[in-house]
């Protein structure tokens, strides 16, 4: 009954998940208030429950009884898209408010070698909204001035919630394997649409949200060296989603404007490699690092770039990242925990693809963490999380079908701050 009753609340949080502009790449850097202020690191370090289930669902079995985790967090990004062409050249900031991203989870040993699990997490996202630019403006905003001249005003909202059951296998005192299903679900409107063939020079809009499910598996180890040091590793599959349909309309004001058509778009989730070591100097201090490789450019959505012959855009054209998270957790005393950490992503934009990416500005790099955590009693701990991921802003020309425009430009300019909460719960037997 009481697994019953998790079931539903993990379906209600995955229907309710709100979109994040996510910070490696697409993805969030790490999830879970102990997780994130650890700067996303514990593929060998499964010090949260929600971070085994991002990273690798062999650390459940670092779980003994049941546990349960909840997590919320409050992500704020600034974002800015300036441009020149003709000699006009002004930036715009895209209306910003803070996002909630939420995730729980639950596990429970079955008996000394197996544990079993379920999480539902909110791990990553984009969006942009972004006025248009009026051509009296002085001067105005080159790329957001009205289609055919520019995209007009431009929004985008896409968010990725993973539910993953998983299992974890203790085979030995020192080696721990993993296995989880990933069921995601994401949710895209964006306006214009340039991944649909234009109508003569105007991009139609899918701007009311679609959804649609994806399906992958996680597989991880986790092996005890000797009693200072863990080592880990793990791999995501692809996450195989099927395509999003939106029921729109021609743009077109001269020829057939406003019949109907259909757009669709088909946008999978990235395979990740991930490897980690955990130290533990003294029986107070973790030390977690992690290396995680990202592969967008084999990723449908992500991989092709530039315009088909029929005037669409190939794909965002992304490429392949490195992330790398250094984390510290340290018990200050039996009642708190003080963490800090850094998280470095490779830029998968490449400057040259600014324009096609003014939806989807994923390029921050460098990521500072702290955190905290109160044992308030045998059974409950809360955790305090804080992020901040630096700005970092990439230009490249305005490019049309028939190549770049001499002299012209896009630069998209990325900052963002983020809190967050979290309660771990491990209930008392008696």
Same mark, same amino acid.
């Given at each position: 009954?009481?697994?019953?009753?998790?079931?539903?609340?993990?379906?209600?949080?995955?229907?309710?998940?709100?979109?994040?502009?996510?910070?490696?790449?697409?993805?969030?850097?790490?999830?879970?208030?102990?997780?994130?202020?650890?700067?996303?690191?514990?593929?060998?370090?499964?010090?949260?429950?929600?971070?085994?289930?991002?990273?690798? @669902?062999?650390?459940?079995?670092?779980?003994?009884?049941?546990?349960?985790?909840?997590?919320?967090?409050?992500?704020?990004?600034?974002?800015?898209?300036?441009? &020149?062409?003709?000699?006009?050249?002004?930036?715009?900031?895209?209306?910003?408010? $803070?996002?909630?991203?939420?995730?729980?989870?639950?596990?429970?040993?079955?008996?000394?070698?197996?544990?079993?699990?379920?999480?539902?997490?909110?791990?990553?996202?984009?969006?942009?909204?972004?006025?248009?630019?009026?051509?009296?403006?002085?001067?105005?905003?080159?790329?957001?001035?009205?289609?055919?001249?520019?995209?007009?005003?431009?929004?985008?909202?896409?968010?990725?919630?993973?539910?993953?059951?998983?299992?974890?296998?203790?085979?030995?005192?020192?080696?721990?394997?993993?296995?989880?299903?990933?069921?995601?679900?994401?949710?895209?409107?964006?306006?214009?649409?340039? $991944?649909?063939?234009?109508?003569?020079?105007?991009?139609?809009?899918?701007?009311?949200?679609?959804?649609?499910?994806?399906?992958?598996?996680?597989?991880?180890?986790?092996?005890?060296?000797?009693?200072?040091?863990?080592?880990?590793?793990?791999?995501?599959?692809?996450?195989?989603?099927?395509?999003?349909?939106?029921?729109?309309?021609?743009?077109?004001?001269?020829?057939?404007?406003?019949?109907?058509?259909?757009?669709?778009?088909?946008?999978?989730?990235?395979?990740?490699?991930?490897?980690?070591?955990?130290?533990? @100097?003294?029986?107070?201090?973790?030390?977690?690092?992690?290396?995680?490789?990202?592969?967008?450019?084999?990723?449908?959505?992500?991989?092709?770039?530039?315009?088909?012959?029929?005037?669409?855009?190939?794909?965002?054209?992304?490429?392949?990242?490195?992330?790398?998270?250094?984390?510290?957790?340290?018990?200050?005393?039996?009642?708190?925990?003080?963490?800090?950490?850094?998280?470095?992503?490779?830029?998968?934009?490449?400057?040259?693809?600014?324009?096609?990416?003014?939806?989807?500005?994923?390029?921050?790099?460098?990521?500072?963490?702290?955190?905290?955590?109160?044992?308030?009693?045998?059974?409950?701990?809360?955790?305090?999380?804080?992020?901040?991921?630096?700005?970092?802003?990439?230009?490249?020309?305005?490019?049309?079908?028939?190549?770049?425009? @001499?002299?012209?430009?896009?630069?998209?300019?990325?900052?963002?701050? &983020?809190?967050?909460?979290?309660?771990?719960?491990?209930?008392?037997?008696?």
């Amino acid at each position: 009954m009481r697994i019953t009753r998790y079931l539903l609340i993990a379906a209600i949080l995955a229907a309710a998940a709100k979109p994040a502009v996510a910070t490696d790449g697409h993805f969030l850097h790490g999830v879970g208030a102990i997780n994130s202020a650890m700067g996303g690191a514990g593929v060998a370090a499964p010090r949260s429950l929600l971070g085994a289930f991002y990273l690798n @669902p062999a650390g459940l079995s670092a779980f003994r009884g049941t546990r349960m985790e909840f997590g919320f967090e409050l992500f704020l990004p600034d974002r800015t898209v300036a441009s &020149s062409a003709g000699g006009a050249s002004n930036s715009t900031t895209s209306t910003s408010e $803070f996002t909630p991203v939420p995730a729980m989870g639950l596990s429970m040993q079955v008996n000394d070698k197996v544990t079993v699990g379920l999480g539902a997490l909110g791990v990553g996202g984009f969006g942009v909204d972004y006025a248009a630019s009026s051509p009296a403006a002085t001067p105005p905003n080159p790329i957001l001035m009205p289609e055919p001249n520019g995209f007009g005003a431009v929004y985008s909202n896409y968010s990725l919630l993973k539910i993953t059951p998983a299992i974890a296998y203790q085979v030995s005192e020192r080696l721990s394997l993993g296995a989880a299903l990933n069921v995601d679900w994401a949710a895209l409107a964006v306006r214009p649409a340039p $991944f649909a063939s234009p109508d003569g020079a105007y991009y139609p809009s899918a701007p009311n949200a679609d959804g649609a499910f994806g399906f992958g598996f996680q597989l991880g180890a986790i092996l005890k060296v000797n009693e200072m040091v863990s080592v880990g590793a793990s791999y995501s599959s692809p996450q195989w989603f099927n395509a999003f349909e939106w029921n729109s309309s021609v743009a077109n004001p001269l020829v057939n404007y406003g019949a109907p058509r259909t757009v669709t778009f088909r946008m999978d989730v990235p395979a990740v490699y991930a490897a980690g070591v955990a130290l533990h @100097p003294s029986p107070r201090l973790l030390v977690a690092a992690d290396g995680r490789y990202i592969t967008y450019e084999q990723t449908e959505g992500f991989k092709g770039s530039g315009y088909a012959a029929d005037g669409s855009v190939r794909g965002f054209g992304w490429k392949n990242i490195f992330v790398g998270a250094l984390g510290l957790d340290f018990q200050a005393s039996d009642r708190l925990a003080l963490r800090a950490g850094y998280n470095y992503s490779g830029n998968p934009v490449p400057n040259a693809l600014s324009m096609f990416n003014v939806p989807a500005p994923a390029i921050v790099q460098h990521h500072v963490t702290l955190g905290a955590g109160i044992r308030v009693s045998p059974a409950l701990e809360m955790s305090l999380g804080y992020y901040h991921a630096f700005k970092n802003s990439g230009s490249g020309p305005i490019v049309l079908p028939t190549g770049a425009i @001499p002299g012209s430009s896009v630069t998209n300019s990325l900052a963002e701050n &983020s809190f967050s909460m979290q309660f771990s719960v491990t209930p008392q037997r008696h």
